[in-house]
Each structure stands twice: as C-alpha cells, then as structure tokens.
C-alpha cells in the first residue's frame, strides 16, 4: 500500500512542484506574514523598529482624515469602474454575437486596449483630459469646443470632489473588451435550442435576453465582478500617471506607498498594505468557497 502511494510517479510529481510550493510559501505567504508583524510594530524610519505597539497603526489608520478619503474615492472608482466595464462589456458583447461581419477585426479592435499597460493608457488619457482652458486647450476638451459641445467640457481629474470619477473612464476604455470577452464566450455557450424554443413560443427578444439569457450568464458577470474589483482595490498605476499624487485623489495603495518610502513610516504603510490585501480576500475568499463546492457537488 505504501510502495503504491509512493510510485515513481508521484515522487517526480512532487519533485516538480516543490520549488513553486516552496517560493509561494517564501515570497508569497511568507512576506505577508512579515507585513502583519511590521504592521503592529513601530517601525518609522530606515532602521528596523519591532517595537511591538498592537493595533496602533490601524486604530490611527480608522481615524485620519486622509484614509476616509481613500475609502470614499475607492467606492466612487469601484463603483463606476465595475459598472461600466460589466455594461459596456455585455453591450459589445451581444452586438458581436449577432453574426456582425468582420467579427474577427473588431474582437481583436476591443480586446487591444488590455494589451496596454495602465501606465502607458495614464499617460495618453492624462492628454486627452487636460483641463486647460483657453488657447492651452487639448484632447476631449478641444474636440467638444469645435464640436459645439460646451457643456461636456470640464476639468476632469482636477475637479476635488468627482475627480476620481474621471479616471475610471480610461479605466473601463482598458478592460472593457476583456469583459466582453468573458461575455462573448459565455453567450456562445448557451444553447441556440433554448432560444428557438422561446421565439416559438412568442417571446420577443428583450424578453429572451431578460429571462432566459442574462440568468444563464450570472455565473460570467460574478466571475468578471471579483477580477475587476480586486483590479480596482489594487489600482495604483493608472492614478499616478493620470493625476500623480493628490490627495483629494488618493485611493489606498497610492497612501501606502507615500506613507511607506515617501514618510518611512514602515509600520503604517504595512498596515494598509493588510487592509488592502484583507479588502481583496472579503471579495475572493467567497468566491472560491462557492466554486469548490459547486465542484464538489458535480
């Protein structure tokens, strides 16, 4: 029994994930462990502090002015980035599964964006979105003004309190084809049976897609809302190439890097690094849990 449990195989089956176990278990698991005690420490500074100080960091982190903000712009971001992604997504999804000619061109016209750093599309829509008036005028603010279109013209990422709403934008022009991808695959998926037979029985096609094709894809829509949330939580990138580092624009991530090698305030930064990281397992953790147990049952 043991000779068998034991073959040759499964000796060279371990033998080749151990190194990938191993270095999860080091740089992944291991370094969030070290963050958890550098984040109850007092560690402000270039020299290493482990002065333990219990909750301190976090309990400051609920009080300061500074993080409400970044609680308040993540929700904004999430809210609109999720959102417009998940409805442009479907839209361009469903215009493509209709048999459009040249359906190769423009799948690959909207998954091209995903190819593009978020540095790279934070630079080309900081142009885009210049909110210089007058002759400095460019981008989306000109087009509008020789458009006719004043009243679209704005100040985009620099207006205090909605400014985080404009940097979503060239955040869902990214991920959208993405989404439609998820989308586009889940609608190939579903049966043209199904579909016959609710035209048969009258049904108009809005009615197809409320009732019987838009249930169907929930699964597609559940799975694009936990990668694009914890893409929102995490966005770091795109914030600092489009509107650097203003506060009233901050979000998490971009605070701890501040905090951490800006202020050298190691065991604050470490403690918003866990609330992040704590923020994305709230979303993730359920997921999993749901599709090992519906995989168990099957």
């Known amino acids: 029994m043991v000779r068998k449990r034991f073959d040759k195989d499964t000796i060279l089956a371990i033998a080749l994930v151990s190194p990938s176990i191993l270095a999860v278990m080091v740089f992944i698991y291991g370094f969030i462990a070290w963050s958890v005690r550098v984040s109850v420490s007092d560690w402000i500074g270039l020299l290493p502090n482990y002065e333990f100080i219990g909750l301190q960091n976090y309990i400051g982190l609920l009080r300061d002015p500074r993080f409400h903000i970044d609680i308040r712009n993540t929700i904004i971001f999430t809210t609109l980035f999720v959102g417009g992604c998940l409805f442009l997504g479907l839209g361009l999804a469903i215009l493509l599964d209709q048999g459009l000619r040249g359906e190769n061109f423009f799948r690959s016209l909207f998954l091209f964006p995903m190819a593009i750093s978020f540095i790279v599309t934070g630079v080309v829509w900081r142009w885009l979105m ?129 905090t951490t090698f800006d202020g050298q305030f190691y065991g604050r930064g470490a403690a918003i690094g866990i609330m992040l990281l704590l923020s994305v397992a709230v979303l993730v953790i359920p997921y999993l849990y749901q599709t090992l147990r519906e995989e168990s049952t099957t």
């Open 130 to 258: 210049n909110p210089a008036m007058g002759s400095r005028m460019s981008g989306l603010n000109l087009l509008f003004d020789s458009l006719g279109l004043d009243f679209l013209i704005n100040k985009w990422h620099t207006t205090p309190n909605w400014g985080i709403a404009a940097i979503a934008i060239p955040a869902i022009w990214q991920m959208s084809g993405y989404t439609m991808a998820l989308y586009l695959g889940g609608l190939r998926a579903i049966p043209e049976s199904l579909r016959e037979a609710a035209r048969v029985d009258g049904a108009s096609e809005f009615y197809i897609y409320r009732r019987i094709v838009l249930p169907l894809l929930w699964p597609v829509t559940l799975s694009a809302m936990i990668i694009l949330g914890h893409i929102s939580l995490k966005v770091f990138d795109l914030i600092i190439a489009v509107a650097g580092k203003q506060v009233a624009l901050d979000v998490p991530s971009v605070y701890m890097w501040t």
